[in-house]
């Protein structure tokens, strides 16, 4: 599992509030990467972090932001939850091309 | 813009017989080429990769297989086992990028 933790694991919210979702690694990897997974759409890049404070946009950051204030940690942050944004959360690390997954979260927003 | 398409959707196989997923891309710059494997619940977990400077890549009963000039690769399960009823992803990425590229997934299901 390359050491990556998702917290929490499910979560069920209502519109309009706020939520964060937690990422840990133990390896001490540079890059980390936030994805949703939905049907028929596959694994979309949310955000990602190429370093601690450096963190860029991905295919479908709208809504969403992210932090990196340790490189251990990588938070994702839907400022108002949405329907929308019902989904599964994946965080992913990489050595060189190789990206690894963790457990994920899933997230229900009523 | 999907830059790799993913075929079939779904897909059923009889057990012991062999299991081809395709994936087609259209940047040119793709020069990493893995699969993904995912069991409900869990994370998607790298399968097997390959680069374009071979055709072909073997590990155990899994094997891709690359055509550059048509900008395509596939993955193969040979023999087939209930075990192997998952979802696959392929995915694409250029040197020096670090982001991966996915396919839509393959949901395959191994029946006895």
């Known amino acids: 599992d390359a050491g990556i933790t998702q917290s929490p694991r499910h979560k069920v919210t209502e519109t309009g509030t706020p939520v964060t979702l937690r990422c840990h690694q133990t390896?001490?990897?540079?890059?980390m990467y936030w994805y949703r997974q939905d049907p028929g759409h596959g694994l979309r890049l949310i955000h990602y972090?190429?370093?601690?404070?450096?963190?860029d946009k991905g295919e479908v950051s709208d809504g969403y932001s992210v932090s990196r204030s340790k490189t251990e940690d990588f938070l994702l942050t839907l400022e108002s939850a949405t329907s929308s944004q019902t989904s599964v959360y994946f965080c992913?690390?990489?050595?060189?091309?190789?990206?690894?997954f963790g457990p994920g979260t899933r997230l229900t927003v009523t | 813009q999907q830059q790799v398409k993913q075929s079939p959707q779904s897909l059923i196989v009889q057990k012991g017989g062999i299991s081809i997923i395709n994936c087609a891309y259209e940047?040119?710059?793709?020069?990493?080429f893995p699969w993904y494997q995912q069991f409900p619940g869990k994370g998607p977990a790298l399968l097997i990769a390959?680069?374009?400077?071979?055709s072909e890549k073997k590990e155990g009963r899994f094997t891709i297989s690359f055509n550059k000039s048509a900008k395509q690769f596939s993955l193969h399960i040979m023999d087939s086992q209930p075990g192997d009823s998952a979802t696959y992803f392929c995915?694409?990425?250029?040197?020096?990028?670090?982001?991966?590229?996915f396919g839509t997934g393959t949901r395959l299901t191994i029946i006895p």
């Open positions: 992913a690390i990489s050595q060189g091309n190789e990206q690894y």
């Open positions: 390896e001490n990897h540079r890059y």
């Open positions: 972090s190429y370093g601690v404070k450096d963190t």
């Open positions: 940047n040119t710059a793709f020069d990493y």
């Open positions: 390959i680069r374009p400077d071979v």
């Open positions: 995915a694409a990425s250029s040197q020096g990028n670090e982001k991966l590229t």
